[in-house]
């Protein structure tokens, strides 16, 4: 009699809906198949969404979220959570309140805007990331476009990164990633717990093709925690990943192609 087949890590996206597939849920799974685990998903909007942009946004009641939140975790569990949109106060709030108490490693990607500019949270629900998202997080991974939503920061240089980051752990994450990628020069981000800083940094590719960078990258550093490693290992393997994502991010439709979740299995062939 052949023995069960190991379970692997559990990871849950907790996110909105990416019709193109290179961003949102589609990302956080794809990414989390990739890097061994096995990925679950909270819905928490629908987006009408191609490489030119997105059309349209349909947010889905707290009830549903919170259904669909209850049915994972309370039958199969989870080993870490990600969260993506959330798109207003009321999600955002519920969203934080079932995080508070499952006891698992959060990673918050405070998504405010697509890669074409289109906002994806309403205007209102900024205070609630700040008061009652971002006090439950493990891992906080905002770029520097919702840095600038979330503290007023315009960040410049590698010194206002970390000004940006004690402003963001002021509101409770353990753990913040400063994403630096739209500023010149190499790709540097940095991690910092307020005592600590790790920055990493990764050759710039010469590639537009880079939509949901912002996903995966959270989506990978959850992989980590839910496989057992600390912080600063887990966001050097996610960074590690993510770079090697964009430079094999192909062109789809006729705007921002995605970024390839897969290069890691066809470059081991």
């Not at 707290?62 to 939140?69: F, L």
Request: hydrophobic share 45%; aromatic share 2%.
């Amino acid at each position: 009699m052949s023995a069960p087949a190991p379970i692997p890590p559990r990871v849950l996206t907790v996110a909105g809906s990416d019709s193109g597939g290179g961003a949102g849920i589609q990302a956080d799974l794809k990414t989390m198949l990739a890097l061994g685990t096995h990925g679950m998903s909270v819905l928490t909007a629908v987006t009408a969404q191609n490489s030119l942009g997105v059309q349209g946004a349909w947010e889905l009641p707290a009830d549903a979220v919170r259904a669909q939140y209850r049915s994972v975790v309370d039958d199969i569990g989870v080993q870490a959570v990600k969260t993506g949109m959330l798109s207003s106060a009321t999600l955002v709030d519920t969203v934080a309140e079932l995080l508070a108490r499952t006891g698992a490693p959060v990673v918050v990607d405070p998504v405010g805007v697509s890669k074409h500019g289109d906002a994806l949270l309403a205007a209102e629900a900024l205070d609630s990331v700040r008061t009652r998202l971002l006090p439950v997080a493990t891992v906080a991974t905002p770029n520097l476009d919702e840095v600038a939503q979330l503290t007023g920061i315009t960040v410049t240089d590698e010194p206002g990164m970390r000004r940006a980051a004690a402003e963001i752990l002021a509101y409770g994450p353990r753990w913040v990633v400063i994403k630096g990628g739209h500023l010149p020069g190499e790709a540097v981000d940095l991690l910092t717990d307020g005592s600590e800083e790790h920055w990493l940094r990764a050759p710039r590719h010469d590639n537009r093709h880079t939509h949901g960078t912002g996903c995966t990258l959270a989506s990978a550093i959850a992989c980590g925690l839910a496989r057992g490693q600390d912080v600063p290992t887990a966001v050097r393997g996610a960074k590690e990943y993510v770079t090697g994502a964009i430079r094999a991010g192909f062109a789809l439709g006729g705007g921002i192609g995605p970024v390839d979740h897969g290069w890691l299995a066809r470059t081991a062939r």
